[in-house]
């Protein structure tokens, strides 16, 4: 096992993480598991080669249709403290640690810990976010409920697609998640128990029943190498991908004993669409701005079946996050109708039988858990079984129809431009027009744009095509726009770079799976340490964009 040094100033809490013990057992369980991670990454090459070769469209799986037609199944039961999450806090990268120690005070009922999309997953920010957990969880941070009375830790490692390039491990970087779950279990796995609090963890971008059988696999393995009693992990999987949505009744199978249901968004789930099939003409999504939302058929019916089919197998059903942020000042015309859209989005999630949702704004979460409160009965919705729906794969892929706007076309490129530019300074989520955006709406965004060129989408403002040529214009206003709030050289450089970065990835040939895998594979981000403390190039008061 080969491990970089120390960065700078956190060389503390690098030897708190990095002791002889947990080394030893990052290093057992990354080389147990290496080989079937790199199986299930190929696995995935291998279906999407197929379905482009053979123009197939996903369906329920034959193989499986035993598990699906036994009517008796359940998931284990899930601890108290799982069983009434009305309202989480998301997006919330524990690097950051005012913000963490804000949501740890709040009466949210749980956080999602990120160490994926809201995170920028630089050296430093691992080891100070896993450091701030290690601290919550022992009870020293302070200012902080005990664990056992603050909103429960949602512990989100980062997706497959993810490595740790500071962690060799027999001559191959170490998988992200596997070092994120390795370093979280061995330091708080015991503790959380002891609480009555955990572990609990969020498994994002999971795409068959063949990698939740994985992580399954990982849990067994990890808790009778720590001592502790089979099934005490318990994880959420997030429905993040449209060929995992028909296999949701297989996933929870095969995480049966440890599954804290799933969850679903919007985003990275429409993303989805466009990596699998979007140079099909019939998968051509229109306008996120305009045209996209979960009152579309495709969303709703995706929403529908996960609630139907988690509370058939008694697993709670998770909705998204809301994104907007509410104006600092209550009695601005705006913040009434903020708060209004947020409820309208909310109740429709409520209303489709979901037991809880994300916001990322802490000034939410009282109105949110006050509209749970006023729409529902109980802890949780498992008792609406939704015997009413009854969703087809024609359902599930039916796109929504709608066109290309001017509009819509800038914002895509705002928001993949200025999240490349807050990864390469170390941040994985930003504030644009009064709502947070992170890797998630960055995927969509250059998504869309990348799709639109490629199938020479016109706008619907006045006929133009989208071209490579509009692209580059539209990007290079963007670019001389923000260029004027940039306060140093090194911002100025930063938001050139990212623009160029934006645009190589739009005008690729071939579509780059994951924008993440892309920053972190193709260019390997190296943040020096005073990135961390310098503000991000767009950043005006109160770190809410006024663009």
């Not at 970089?4 to 990354?30: M, N, Q, R, V």
């Not at 004993?257 to 003409?281: M, P, Q, T």
């Not at 109980?378 to 024609?394: A, C, I, K, Y």
């Not at 940039?486 to 160029?500: F, K």
Request: aromatic content about 8%; glycine content about 6%.
């Amino acid at each position: 096992m080969e491990l970089s040094p120390p960065p700078k100033g956190l060389e503390a809490e690098y030897a708190s993480l990095f002791t002889t013990g947990s080394l030893s057992f990052l290093h057992e369980l990354i080389s147990t598991f290496d080989e079937e991670v790199e199986q299930i990454l190929q696995l995935r090459v291998s279906r999407k080669a197929h379905l482009d070769l053979s123009g197939d469209l996903p369906n329920f799986l034959e193989s499986t249709a035993h598990i699906r037609a036994d009517p008796d199944w359940r998931v284990l039961p899930v601890p108290t403290r799982l069983q009434k999450r009305h309202v989480d806090i998301g997006d919330m990268a524990p690097c950051d640690t005012q913000r963490f120690v804000r949501a740890l005070q709040s009466p949210a009922q749980g956080i999602q810990v990120d160490f994926d999309d809201g995170n920028c997953p630089t050296f430093p920010n691992q080891i100070k976010g896993i450091h701030n957990v290690i601290l919550a969880v022992n009870n020293r941070l302070p200012g902080v409920p005990h664990i056992s009375q603050a909103p429960v830790l949602m512990l989100r490692p980062r997706a497959w697609n993810m490595v740790e390039h500071n962690m060799l491990v027999e001559g191959k970087e170490a998988p992200g998640p596997l070092f994120d779950f390795g370093l979280l279990m061995y330091h708080c796995g015991r503790t959380l128990l002891e609480n009555q609090s955990g572990p609990f963890f969020y498994l994002s971008k999971v795409e068959s029943l063949m990698e939740s059988r994985l992580w399954n696999n990982i849990f067994v393995w990890t808790q009778q190498k720590l001592g502790l009693p089979l099934g005490c992990i318990k994880a959420t999987v997030l429905i993040e991908n449209v060929l995992a949505t028909f296999e949701m009744e297989e996933i929870l199978y095969e995480l049966r004993e440890h599954s804290a249901g799933l969850n679903c968004g919007i985003w990275d789930y429409s993303a989805s669409f466009v990596n699998k099939f979007g140079h099909r003409r019939d998968f051509l999504l229109p306008d996120r701005s305009k045209y996209v939302n979960m009152e579309k058929r495709f969303l709703r019916s995706y929403m529908d079946l996960l609630v139907q089919t988690c509370h058939r197998r008694g697993a709670l059903a998770t909705g998204g996050m809301a994104a907007l942020l509410l104006p600092q000042s209550q009695h601005a015309d705006s913040y009434s109708k903020v708060l209004a859209a947020v409820e309208r989005l909310k109740l429709l999630e409520i209303n489709a039988g979901v037991d809880g949702f994300m916001v990322y704004d802490m000034n939410l979460i009282k109105p949110m858990q006050k509209l749970f409160e006023r729409h529902s009965e109980g802890d949780n919705q498992l008792h609406r079984l939704r015997g009413d729906v009854s969703v087809t794969p024609e359902d599930l892929l039916s796109m929504p129809s709608g066109g290309v706007t001017l509009h819509g076309l800038k914002y895509n490129i705002a928001v993949g431009v200025l999240f490349i530019n807050a990864w390469l300074s170390g941040k994985g989520h930003f504030f644009y027009r009064g709502q947070v955006e992170d890797s998630a709406t960055a995927e969509i965004s250059r998504s869309q744009v990348w799709q639109w060129i490629r199938h020479q989408a016109r706008l619907e403002d006045d006929g133009r095509v989208v071209s490579r040529r509009l692209v580059t214009e539209l990007t290079e206003e963007l670019r001389t726009e923000l260029g004027l709030l940039c306060r140093s050289g090194r911002t100025t450089q930063r938001l050139h770079t990212a623009a160029d970065m934006f645009l190589e990835v739009v005008l690729k040939r071939h579509f780059p799976e994951f924008i993440t895998s892309y920053l972190n594979l193709d260019h390997t981000f190296l943040s020096s340490p005073c990135l961390r403390e310098e503000e991000a190039a767009v950043e005006p008061s109160g770190g809410r964009s006024k663009l």
